[in-house]
């Protein structure tokens, strides 16, 4: 039997006193700043999963290990999330193996609601099973992860949660990279909204703004962030890119 609880944009607490949404565009930029979970170098380019070159890389699981940080974020994505909701009464929250997994049991006890995790794949033994807790048929699922780039991962979570008969349109990140044209519009087709608390374009912005970044680098990663492709393109096969 599934609890019945759920959380939408009409239950106030969530969202007392949280700061609209370029406030915490800038806010959030910060916070990856100050825990150092930005790396800029154009000189030597980091190798992304896909093998190709970027001159950036975030890694978002740091904010795990800053209390305060952690806390501010995770309020901020709560909100955001029933924000966009568009009034849609979540009654189960899930995170994406295996960086979404701690967020989204932080998202869940701020809205009160069951958590539940997703595998990439099924584990291949006991039950063979991709969702791991209580989730099933009448639920409405808020998928949270980390990041998103091209959106890809997020089309395979929730294709995972609605094969168990309950309905996912909506997932959350701390961070969203914003320079794939189609990364929005691809998820909505798959009946899917994004909703994102920064992008690169925020933490550029605060980086410039901050003097924290020399202006070289921060005009190779503009470089980067207008056209990605024509960026890697350049410099495949250029030696030296570091794993990321």
Not at 107 to 121: F, H, I, N, S, W
Not at 165 to 192: Q, W
Request: glycine fraction near 12%.
């Amino acid at each position: 039997m599934n609890p019945s609880t759920s959380a939408n944009a009409e239950d106030d607490g969530p969202l007392d006193g949280v700061p609209p949404a370029d406030e915490i565009a800038r806010l959030t930029a910060g916070m990856l700043l100050d825990v150092e979970a930005v790396h800029f170098n154009a000189d030597e380019p980091f190798t992304l999963s896909s093998g190709k070159p970027s001159p950036t890389y975030i890694d978002c699981r740091k904010l795990i290990s800053f209390p305060r940080e952690r806390a501010l974020l995770m309020d901020f994505l709560a909100a955001t999330a029933l924000r966009g909701s568009g009034g849609a009464k979540f009654t189960n929250v899930a995170g994406g193996e295996t960086a979404g997994i701690p967020f989204g049991a932080l998202v869940a006890e701020r809205l009160g609601l069951p958590m539940t995790y997703v595998r990439k794949k099924p584990k291949g033994h006991g039950r063979n099973a991709r969702i791991e807790g209580v989730m099933g048929e009448g639920d409405h699922v808020l998928l949270v992860e980390d990041l998103a780039t091209d959106g890809g991962s997020k089309v395979s979570f929730v294709e995972a949660i609605r094969e168990t008969g309950a309905s996912c349109g909506h997932t959350a990140v701390i961070f969203f990279y914003g320079v794939f044209p189609n990364a929005e519009s691809d998820l909505a087709d798959h009946g899917i909204t994004l909703h994102h608390l920064c992008t690169w374009a925020d933490v550029v912005r605060e980086a410039r703004r901050r003097g924290s970044m020399d202006d070289a680098t921060l005009r190779q990663v503009e470089d980067f962030l207008a056209d990605p492709a024509g960026w890697q393109e350049v410099r495949m096969g250029s030696a030296g890119p570091r794993a990321a």
